[in-house]
């Protein structure tokens, strides 16, 4: 069974940064992601990462602002956000999948992964 517990989230001001954490357990990982949700918008994936090859891959809107990373002896995946804007605030799920599939591709698609986190909240203020 698959685990997934995230912490870091909080409020700051804009230009400002914050590290998601997320403690996984679980065994045969291929994929840890993050995802965000605004009020009224559908979930979007804005990082993951291909275990086995350590392949990243990120949206558009969060390149060179955000870095998703693991620490395999900790079973933590992190999501550093620097650079924070207004348009940034959401809540914020890591994502495990268990398959290849889509995942060897380090895919942003929600299907990709079956398993999710409960959330963290991220609030960016102008």
């Known amino acids: 069974q698959v685990q997934l517990v995230e912490s870091g989230g909080g409020s700051v001001q804009a230009g400002g940064s914050l590290r998601l954490s997320c403690a996984f357990s679980?065994?045969?990982?291929?994929?840890l992601g993050w995802f965000r949700q605004a009020p009224g918008k559908e979930r979007e994936g804005i990082a993951t990462?291909?275990?086995?090859?350590?392949?990243?891959s990120y949206t558009d809107s969060v390149k060179g602002r955000f870095t998703i990373s693991r620490d395999s002896a900790k079973n933590t995946t992190y999501l550093q956000m620097n650079s924070l804007k207004p348009e940034d605030t959401a809540m914020y799920y890591c994502?495990?999948?268990?398959?290849?599939?889509?995942?060897?591709?380090?895919?942003?698609?929600?299907?990709?992964?079956?398993?999710w986190g409960q959330g963290t909240q991220v609030t960016v203020s102008s």
């Open positions: 990462i291909y275990i086995p090859k350590d392949i990243t």
């Open positions: 679980g065994d045969t990982l291929r994929c």
């Open positions: 994502a495990a999948a268990r398959s290849d599939g889509l995942c060897r591709f380090a895919s942003l698609q929600v299907g990709t992964f079956g398993h």
